[in-house]
């Protein structure tokens, strides 16, 4: 039997600057002007990788893994991602118009360090079944924005507009809403929120029946069965 012993593998993320395996999404954007249409990747694995100043339009993403990643300056149009890892990506002055998560990890991303117009016709992006731990859209005017069948644990959606957004069937445990424009807004089948009715603006906005109690936690009032 052999006595060798396994050699433990390092992650991107662990191996020194030096060592990173060079991205080959930047190399093939370089060759194409910096700018990808209508291209289909599969599997890439850019795991810690500095990526700046790249246009994705109508792309779509399966299956990839950005981790620890930053995305600078880059543009991303009509794109979709499927079952992608973006973890800790980092996305300062990036543009986002009609980008669609479907079964993606998207934990602990500050997408208000992203370059947000004050023009805004239609929502940047939406998430599906996706998991949005720990982001934080603090202050984002984000109206009609659609967060569907997610999990959104602490989450920071404190002094933003979401007006007329979807957020039927997601669990927003431990999320924060603070001043937060929420009118006409869909709970519909929501759970796990906390929303305090004279801190936030809820008119209009849909609660399932059952959830709908958890409006009643900020007032000094005693619920008897």
Known sequence: MSSQKEVPQLTQSQLAPSQLVPSQLASSAALQGNSFLSKQFNGLSELAQELQGIEFEDCCFQDCHFSESTFRKCKFIDCRFVRCN??????????????????????????????????????????????????SFLGLSLDEIIIEECKAHDVDFREGSFNQANFTYTDFSHSLFGRTQLLEADFSEASNYDIDIFNNKIKGAKFSRDEAIRLLNCLDIELMD
Do not use: H, Y
Not at 91 to 119: H, N, Y
């Open 86 to 135: 973006l973890s800790l990506v980092k996305v300062p002055q990036c543009q986002f118009s009609g980008v669609e998560f479907e079964e993606c990890k998207l934990v602990g991303i500050d997408w208000t360090r992203a370059a947000w117009s004050r023009l805004s016709f239609a929502a940047p992006f939406s998430f599906k079944q996706s998991i949005l731990n720990d982001c």
